[in-house]
């Protein structure tokens, strides 16, 4: 990975599709030099609809907490402006690159051009027939995980950004966000646990919950004709 700029950006939206769904909330973080920078975009947006009850469970946000804040046209310039043509790293791509060249579109502006990098996929190659939700990432990868009881736009593309290192450099990324504003991270009294290289050896990231060897088996027993049948 070269030494240029890269950003980690995540949505939250009013239900899943973009056809007729809204972004409410944008959080794009920066890696420069394979460390989170200062530099970041957070918006919570107006959707102007009313927000689907199952995905108000998943990011907690009320159309009573949205309607003073601005629309997505109302921010649209100022995010093109931050993200620029860099390089952006996306989980699950198509869900939040469809959501968002929806809004621009709804704006009268052009569809995003930037090189996109889906970790999604990335994570399905390292890690065939098993989880690889945010969530299971981060446990496979010994990430702490800073979510609570909601996902968040800003939160995730952090948490993102590290799961993004450990998956292409394999190493836990020096993180120096001490903005107690955005409450992006808890605070640690010892920080040294954050400064060490976390290579970890291949057992420990292969080693399975129950439920995953479960879901894996699932997997397994679904196949038609396997090749392996055919030697044995």
């Keep these: 990975m070269s030494s240029e700029r890269i950003l980690i950006l995540d949505t939250e939206t ?42 108000q469970k998943i990011h907690g946000l009320s159309n009573n907490f949205l309607v003073d804040k601005p629309t997505f046209n109302e921010i649209a310039q100022k995010f093109l402006d931050f993200i620029k043509d860099d390089v952006i790293v996306i989980h699950n791509a198509e869900f ?3 959501f968002i060249n929806k809004e621009l579109q709804n704006c009268g502006l052009s569809e995003l051009k930037n090189q996109v990098i889906d970790t999604l996929k990335i994570a ?8 690889v939700n945010l969530d299971s990432l981060c446990r496979k990868l010994n990430i702490i995980n800073t979510r609570k009881d909601y996902h968040g736009a800003l939160l995730d593309a952090t948490l993102l950004s ?23 991270l808890d605070n ?8 060490e290289n976390f290579v970890s050896p291949r057992n420990r990231l292969m080693k399975l919950s129950a439920n995953e060897k479960q879901e894996h088996q699932k997997f397994i027993d679904g196949m038609k004709n396997p090749i392996w049948q055919k030697i044995e």
């Design 96 to 98: 939040d690159l469809n």
């Design 124 to 131: 399905k190659k390292e890690f065939p027939g098993q989880s």
């Design 14 to 55: 009013t239900g899943l599709s973009f056809e007729e769904d809204r972004i409410i909330e944008v959080g794009v973080v920066e890696l420069n030099e394979k460390i989170l920078a200062r530099q970041y975009f957070h918006e919570y947006v107006n959707p102007e609809k009313e927000i689907n009850i199952s995905a």
């Design 162 to 184: 590290k799961v993004f290192l450990k998956l292409t450099t394999e190493k836990q990324e020096n993180l120096n966000f001490n903005d107690d504003k955005l409450n992006v």
């Design 188 to 195: 640690h009294k010892d920080d040294s646990k954050f400064k």
